[in-house]
């Protein structure tokens, strides 16, 4: 069974607290809006799929309930509480697409509606079917991306690179089910090269912010796979790594592909991507099309989120609701990792990068898998 990041039924959401794993395993409520962008600002959820997912059903969650928005409200009522409530959780976290993506599809259905004349009632069934079916695709399209990547690897990699008909593979960001509503989109790339025996070993990296790569992907690979075939690096190993072993393929996750394939992903993913064309290893993006984002043109148009200092220099932090509080800071429970908390040296501390799409060689999506033609081009219109 998949580790469960979101539990929905209608009327209730919870999200198992990112922020306190590997450790701990507590499952916290979000009745609303408000405890959406508050659970997905501080990272309590996280993942591109993740977080449009979660801001999805807490609306859902919000509208069910008559206290956010009465029985009687009208369907010119509910629409207009929709789009504010939408607009709000957009501002959440900007770098992921997936989540402007879910409010601009969400939007259209409840406008839509309107349109057609429905009532107060059936507009708001309207926006519980569709948010709720957000969680069900995501889960299928991951597994389709599974399927299709690991074809894809067994296909296009070197025999040189295998060993027994078997790869090693090295992840980087936090790609599998915690990410998404089940199952992964990197993560659930190594899952189906594992099912099809196609699988000798998958590495990841510890990976920033709160280093998610130590604490939610080395957990998730010794859930989905046998700890054995498990390892974890630091992020500055990964040049060494290659050097010394045949490494098959560097698998990624995105946070937003851009029209001509260049990626944002997690602060890192653009080293690997250099380091991976030096050796001659194959770099793949698994993404859904949730991800891809046709209005952007390019990667430098992409917005990156810088997060807050004290994520560089505390560890078992406490959580706080501002982190860049230092007042706030429980010197009890934390431990400082650099001189910046007393000595003011600055932080640059980016969440994610940019990897153009020329050290990519495959972007795989529930789709399919576009590789680049003659003019080096991915030309993703295709899955649109
Ligand atoms: C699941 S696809 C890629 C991910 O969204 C991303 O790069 C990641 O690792 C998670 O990002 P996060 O900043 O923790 O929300």
Redesign the pocket.
């Known amino acids: 069974m998949s580790l469960e990041a979101i539990r929905y039924t209608r009327g209730s959401l919870t999200v198992l607290d990112q922020l306190l794993l590997p450790h701990t395993s507590v499952y916290v409520p979000i009745q609303t809006s408000a405890d959406a962008f508050d659970a997905i600002r501080r ?1 309590v959820v ?4 993740a ?1 449009a997912i979660v801001a999805a059903l807490a609306l859902a969650v919000e509208i069910h309930s008559s206290a956010a928005l009465p029985e009687t409200a009208t369907a010119a009522e509910v629409s207009r509480f929709v789009e504010t409530k939408l607009d709000y959780l957009v501002g959440s976290r900007p770098t ?1 697409v997936n989540l402007a993506d879910a409010v601009y599809k969400l939007k259209n259905i409840v406008r839509r509606a309107v349109e057609e004349g429905k009532e107060g009632r059936d507009v708001r069934e309207t926006y519980l079917v569709a948010a709720e079916k957000m969680l069900v695709d995501d889960v299928q399209d991951n597994r389709n991306i599974g399927d299709f990547g690991a074809e894809w690897i067994i296909r296009e990699v070197a025999p040189e690179k295998k060993e027994k008909g078997g790869v090693r593979v090295l992840t980087h ?3 599998g089910s915690l ?2 509503a089940g199952y992964g ?1 990197a993560l659930g790339i190594i899952r189906s090269l594992y099912t099809k025996q196609s699988l000798t070993h998958a590495y990841c990296t510890e990976t920033r ?1 709160y280093n ?1 790569g130590s604490r939610l992907t080395a957990y998730e690979l010794a859930h989905d796979l046998p700890a054995s075939m498990a390892t974890l690096i630091t992020d500055s190993m990964a040049a060494s790594l290659l050097q010394r072993y045949p490494i098959a393929a560097i698998i990624v ?3 937003r592909v851009a029209r001509n394939g260049d990626t944002a ?2 602060i890192g993913t653009y080293q690997l991507a250099i380091v991976a064309r030096h050796h001659g290893v194959k770099f793949i993006v698994a ?1 859904p099309t949730t991800s891809v984002d046709m209005n952007t043109l390019r990667g430098e148009d992409i917005v990156i989120e810088e997060r807050p200092a004290n994520e560089v220099l505390v560890v078992r932090g406490p959580v706080v609701k501002s982190p860049n509080a230092l007042q706030e800071l429980d010197p009890e429970n934390t431990a400082t990792v650099a001189p910046g908390i007393t000595t003011g040296v600055a932080v640059y501390n980016p ?2 990068d940019v990897t153009p799409k020329d050290l990519i060689d495959a972007i795989v999506t529930e789709k399919g898998v576009a590789t680049k033609d003659a003019e080096g081009e991915f030309r993703l219109e295709r899955f649109f």
């Not at 996280?46 to 799929?49: F, H, I, Q, T």
């Open positions: 990272m996280r993942g591109a799929p977080i992921a960001c936090n790609t990410a998404t989109t912010p998610q996750g995105a946070d992903n997690k993404a969440s994610f």
